[in-house]
């Protein structure tokens, strides 16, 4: 099982970024795929989940800005992040969850794979 994160990068405030999630080894439509995000000295947070039993979920913050979606026949999930702001900045990961299900994202131990991330920086 792997997972590989791409797209990240430098963007203005205001600006979009999309993020890609690549995975191997497993389907995407039989495992829920969380997206999180970690800024320099804070705890790892959720950002949103897709699962094909129960949709997707959304973190406050991110709500109306960013869409998820998942391309199973490429086994990609993407994280369209529009109306970019300073405090988007973060790395940026997607995980797999134990099961099909987001029910317990955005709890970090519900996610067995994780891949290496990718930074987002959004300038003022």
């Known amino acids: 099982v792997q997972l590989v994160e791409s797209g990240g990068g430098l963007v203005q405030a205001g600006g979009s970024l999309r993020l890609s999630c690549e995975a191997s080894?497993?389907?995407?439509?039989?495992?829920?795929i969380g997206w999180f995000r970690q800024a320099p000295g804070k705890a790892r947070a959720g950002v949103s989940c897709?699962?094909?039993?129960?949709?997707?979920r959304w973190a406050d913050s991110v709500k109306g800005r960013f869409t998820i979606a998942s391309d199973n026949a490429k086994r990609t999930v993407y994280l369209q992040m529009n109306s970019l702001k300073p405090e988007d900045s973060a790395v940026y990961y997607c995980a797999r969850a134990r099961v099909r299900s987001c029910w317990m994202w955005p709890v970090l131990s519900h996610f067995n794979y994780w891949g290496q991330g990718t930074q987002v920086t959004v300038s003022s």
């Open positions: 080894g497993f389907l995407t439509d039989d495992y829920a």
């Open positions: 897709i699962s094909s039993t129960d949709g997707t």
